[in-house]
Antibody
Framework: QVQLQESGPGLVKPSETLSLTCTVS????????WSWIRQPAGKGLEWLGR???????NFSPSLRSRVTMSVDTTKNQFSLRLSSVTAADTAVYYC???????????????????????WGQGSLVTVTS | QSALTQPPSASGSPGQSVTISCTGT?????????VSWYQQHPGKAPKLLIY???KRPSDVPNRISGSKSGNTASLTVSGLQAEDEADYYC??????????FGGGTKLTVL
């Protein structure tokens, strides 16, 4: 059974950088995409971005300028960094396995997002001075 | 990119069926068969219920089903049980390596 566990500081000051790590157990991190998703209290889910085990990344257009992701296959971990945080970034942050499907148009093929099958329990990050 | 549109709430009595809609555009729900649905109980992580519009993971009962017509996907929960009371979210591939979610629907079992 695949398990994911988020870890990182629960408090971050405004304008600083939020950093979280997701540790994967029960399967290798290789050959999969891995995503970060967040949920402000009482609100819906927001996809932040994903990383492939090779290091390829895709980010949400709304956060692209502030998000970076990295992967460490030796530790079976991947990480999120979100810069210049404000109170609006306060949320529960989830990591999830991102199942991809090969989608081909008339001109090209991409590894399209299909679904999230395994999720971490979530990590609450509060932005406060 | 705007979130997919879901009704904020839905309800039904035990044993009844409830359908939750998820409306997008031809650039997301209508353009790809990569629509998924998630159930979230309070304080818990979301759980995958449906993927690729109609497919169920092996641990999801067959009283849960999904469908799509045009730009609107739907989730139907039949034979409502108390444990079905939760928040439900739809999600879709939106092209250009982007993923969007619906705003969520709170399902109440009366």
């Amino acid at each position: 059974q695949v398990q994911l566990q988020e870890s990182g500081p629960g408090l971050v000051k405004p304008s600083e950088t939020l950093s979280l790590t997701c540790t994967v157990s029960g399967d290798s991190i290789r050959s999969y995409y891995w995503s970060w998703i967040r949920q402000p209290a009482g609100k819906g889910l927001e996809w932040l971005g994903r990383i492939y085990s090779r290091g390829d990344t895709n980010f949400s257009p709304s956060l692209r300028s502030r998000v970076t992701m990295s992967v460490d296959t030796t530790k079976n971990q991947f990480s999120l960094r979100l810069s210049s945080v404000t109170a609006a970034d306060t949320a529960v942050y989830y990591c999830a396995r991102d199942w991809a499907a090969s989608y081909c148009s008339s001109t090209s093929c991409v590894e399209a997002h299909d679904y999230f099958d395994y999720w971490g329990q979530g990590s609450l990050v509060t932005v406060t001075s | 990119q705007s979130a997919l549109t879901q009704p904020p709430s839905a309800s039904g009595s035990p044993g009844q069926s409830v359908t939750i809609s998820c409306t997008g555009t031809s650039s997301d729900v209508g353009g790809y068969n990569y629509v998924s649905w998630y159930q979230q109980h309070p304080g818990k992580a979301p759980k995958l219920l449906i993927y690729e519009v109609t497919k169920r993971p092996s641990d999801v009962p067959n009283r849960i089903s999904g469908s799509k017509s045009g730009n609107t996907a739907s989730l139907t929960v039949s034979g409502l049980q108390a444990e079905d009371e939760a928040d439900y979210y739809c999600s879709s591939y939106a092209g250009s390596n982007n993923v969007i979610f619906g705003g969520g629907t709170k399902l109440t079992v009366l």
